[in-house]
């Protein structure tokens, strides 16, 4: 479906250029299981993006003076810190989707469909934008996280039905109002909708931890391995996105994580982070980790691949990619 309104270029792509980016900090003793092993995730996350000085800015980004204190210690030189109240960390899905237009888009937000309602949340993408000069802020009124989308930078953006479509966002619109809103808002061209995300994830299935565009109309998708709970969803994913028109290619899987309560997570290499000199995905211990570090090599060949372990960051529902939003060099 093609949009008559839409006239400004569509969002860059992840491994476009970036000036800086926002990195979400543990601030929340009430909300993590394991605080200071989830910080000290976050920390390595941040250097790993910094790489020594050869990456982009880091801001990690904390809600308190207490937060802030850690952070600093934690991040060194890595990062510099930044002190906005939020109510958690996910700020790919709370913070502004910067588009080719060089504007912050603010969309409305509900706490993840109403289920996740935290002070702070509502308003944190606003003060952030406002923190950068030469920005201008594009607000609408429809419920979007970042988290949900993925776009190749020509125009092309993937997406779930299970999300965007879901009655508890924005129960008023159809499939061709929100598709005809993603063309006019942020100059998108086409939209690939994929079915379900992953079992269990908080976010109603973003698709940031199922399928990411890697170049031009070249996508990833998962392929399960052994007993994995989402082999089908994968396979859906991957014909869906092949009868789309695009270059599709299958991906390792972490195949069937475990909390310590035995409930199946929703970890996924999917929610890697491409910055400037340093692709950053996370890891579980899982017997493809290795694997998963080897194809990032051959994709992204101009960039150190990291693999950093995100079991603690997961306990919160999600992983790198939810918890960063980056700022593009215009």
Avoid at 169 to 187: A, F
Avoid at 190 to 200: A, D, E, F, Q, T
Avoid at 271 to 297: C, H, K
Wanted: aromatic share 8%.
């Amino acid at each position: 479906m093609a949009s008559a309104m839409a006239n400004i270029p569509p969002p860059p792509p992840e491994w476009a250029p970036h000036d800086a980016v926002w990195i979400g900090f543990p601030s929340h003793p009430e909300l993590w299981e394991g605080l200071a092993a989830a910080r000290a995730e976050v920390a390595m996350f941040a250097h790993a993006v910094h790489a020594g000085g050869k990456g982009e800015q880091v801001i990690l980004v904390a809600a308190d003076e207490e937060a802030a204190a850690v952070a600093e210690a934690q991040a060194g030189q890595a990062a510099t810190i930044l002190i906005e109240p939020f109510g958690d960390i996910w700020l790919r899905d709370t913070g502004p989707i910067f588009g080719g237009d060089r504007a912050a888009h603010k969309f409305a937000f509900n706490g993840w469909g109403g289920k996740y309602d935290y002070d702070g949340d509502e308003d944190v993408g606003e003060r952030l934008a406002r923190t950068r000069g030469g920005v201008h802020l594009a607000f609408h009124d429809w419920v979007l996280e970042g988290g949900a989308l993925d776009g190749d930078g020509e125009g092309r953006v993937v997406t779930t039905e299970q999300c965007l479509l879901n009655r508890n966002r924005n129960p008023g619109l159809g499939k061709d109002e929100v598709e005809t809103l993603l063309l006019d808002n942020l100059g998108y061209t086409s939209v690939l909708w994929l079915g379900n995300g992953l079992l269990n994830d908080h976010t109603d299935g973003h698709v940031d931890n199922l399928a990411r565009f890697v170049g031009p109309n070249r996508l990833l998708v998962p392929q399960a391995t052994d007993n994995d709970p989402n082999w089908l969803v994968y396979q859906d994913a991957a014909a869906r996105a092949g009868r789309f028109g695009c270059e599709v290619i299958r991906f390792p899987s972490p195949g069937r994580v475990l909390d310590r309560d035995g409930e199946i997570v929703p970890a996924s290499y999917m929610n890697f982070y491409v910055g400037n000199a340093a692709v950053v995905v996370p890891l579980y211990g899982q017997a493809n980790d290795d694997a998963a570090i080897a194809a990032l090599e051959d994709l992204f060949p101009d960039r150190a691949i990291a693999g950093v372990r995100a079991d603690h960051i997961l306990t919160g529902g999600g992983s790198f990619h939810c918890i960063s939003q980056q700022i593009p060099r215009y």
